[in-house]
């Protein structure tokens, strides 16, 4: 079905550290996007992916779209305080405009 | 930069009661989307809207929802007779989805609290 699994759920790290997380999925993805989303507000999105194999980055952001479109991952170098929050990835198959959101990875970094 | 706003930014209501909520999407974007997220889960797809019409619905989407462009500029998610279990953060969102684009952009939720 159209399922992301998001890995891990939460993550505790020190100021500096690099952090990563992925998502995978048993079905083929077209278009990979990735969102920060802070306590009450919005999904903000922060990277798209749109042909296997890609690799982009946004500032200490970079994201891949893995070579089997079915994952995905986001990794955060030097993570500073302002990095805290839920990180979602979300996929759009073919033919649809509905995008399917991972169950989030929650980042708290410790000054 | 243009963003996509969404009013109220919290409603409450009884229920059985009908609800409205209302976004902007961004100006040059062609659909338009509602998702809602009950606290502490993941975003759920509701509904797409490209050329006045529905384009795409989820299984959520039942009749007691419909959304409507009433004029050039809002976007409204009406949910007819309210129950407990939609108490939930309500987005609006809207792409360009076309060329190379699916990129879609949140506004920053209604969050509806049915009592």
């Known amino acids: 079905g159209q399922q992301l699994n998001q890995s891990p759920q939460s993550m505790f790290i020190q100021e500096g550290e690099d952090v990563s997380m992925n998502c995978t999925s048993s079905?083929?993805?077209?278009?990979w996007l990735w969102y920060k989303q802070d306590p009450g507000e919005g999904p903000v999105l922060l990277i798209a992916?749109?042909?296997?194999?890609e690799l982009t980055s946004n500032g200490r952001l970079t994201a891949q779209f893995g070579i089997t479109r079915k994952d995905s991952f986001l990794n955060i170098s030097a993570s500073i305080p302002s990095d805290v929050g839920i990180y979602f990835c979300?996929?759009?198959?073919?033919?649809?405009?509905?995008?399917?959101f991972g169950k989030g990875t929650k980042l708290t970094v410790n000054p | 930069e243009p963003e996509v706003t969404q009013t109220p930014s919290h409603q409450v209501t009884q229920m059985g009661q009908e609800v409205i909520l209302r976004c902007v999407p961004i100006?040059?974007?062609?659909?338009f989307y509602w998702y809602r997220q009950i606290l502490g889960q993941k975003v759920e797809f509701l509904v797409s809207?490209?050329?006045?019409?529905?384009?795409?619905k989820s299984e959520i989407f039942d009749d007691q929802f419909s959304v409507e462009r009433p004029d050039g500029s809002n976007f409204t998610l009406k949910i007819r007779s309210t129950k407990l279990e939609d108490s939930a953060m309500y987005f609006c969102?809207?792409?360009?989805?076309?060329?190379?684009?699916?990129?879609?952009?949140f506004g920053p939720g209604t969050r509806l609290t049915v009592t």
């Open positions: 992916l749109y042909k296997a194999g």
């Open positions: 079905s083929i993805f077209n278009t």
């Open positions: 100006s040059n974007h062609l659909y």
């Open positions: 979300a996929g759009l198959q073919g033919g649809s405009e509905k995008l399917v």
């Open positions: 969102a809207s792409s360009e989805f076309q060329g190379s684009s699916y990129e879609q952009y």
């Open positions: 809207f490209y050329n006045n019409e529905i384009s795409e």
